[in-house]
């Protein structure tokens, strides 16, 4: 039982910071969207830079680092160093990972001014942290290969 609870607790704690962190992957790259629209002298620009610079900050980092304590907390916990399903899953997650720093540089690029890109580029790379999620919970779902 005392085995069983400290599972469920690290599992409790792995899936709601997997989700903030998931929300906050869906939502900076649609901030960006409407970020690229606005001319980089107004108003709505800066209101775009703080909300971006807290999502990161507040929200995204500290997510991202704790989806990945307790999910390695899982991972050792259960002693599962060598199933396939679990190797792609990790990953996945790094890919995911990259694309969150990848997005903490378009950030620092917009604080800088010097954004290129066009809204539709922002369209785009919204899709990565969808099809990578989607992946991840086939793998944790179905656990193919076992
Ligand atoms: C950061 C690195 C990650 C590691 C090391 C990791 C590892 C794990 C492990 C070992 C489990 C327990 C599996 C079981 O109970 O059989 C688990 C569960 C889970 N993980 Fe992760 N995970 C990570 C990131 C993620 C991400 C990014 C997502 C979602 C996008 C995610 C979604 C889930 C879900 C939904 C479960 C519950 C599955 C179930 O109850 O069967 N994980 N994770």
Not at 111 to 129: A, Q, T, V
Request: charged share 15%.
């Amino acid at each position: 039982m005392e085995n069983l609870n400290y599972y469920l607790i690290l599992k409790y704690f792995h899936i709601v910071f997997v989700t903030t962190w998931m929300a906050g992957l869906f939502y900076l790259p649609r901030l960006f969207v409407y970020h690229s629209k606005v001319k980089s002298n107004s108003s709505e620009y800066k209101i775009f830079l703080t909300m971006e610079y807290k999502l990161l900050k507040y929200i995204m980092n500290p997510s991202l680092v704790l989806s990945w304590v307790f999910g390695l907390l899982l991972v050792i916990h259960l002693e599962i160093y060598n199933e396939l399903w679990l190797n792609l899953k990790f990953s996945m997650v790094v890919l995911m990972s990259i694309f969150h720093m990848y997005c903490a540089r378009i950030r620092k690029i917009f604080e800088s001014g010097m954004n290129r890109n066009h809204e539709k580029f922002f369209r785009w790379i919204n899709e990565i942290p969808t099809i990578l999620f989607l992946i991840i919970i086939f793998l944790v779902v179905f656990k193919p290969f076992v």
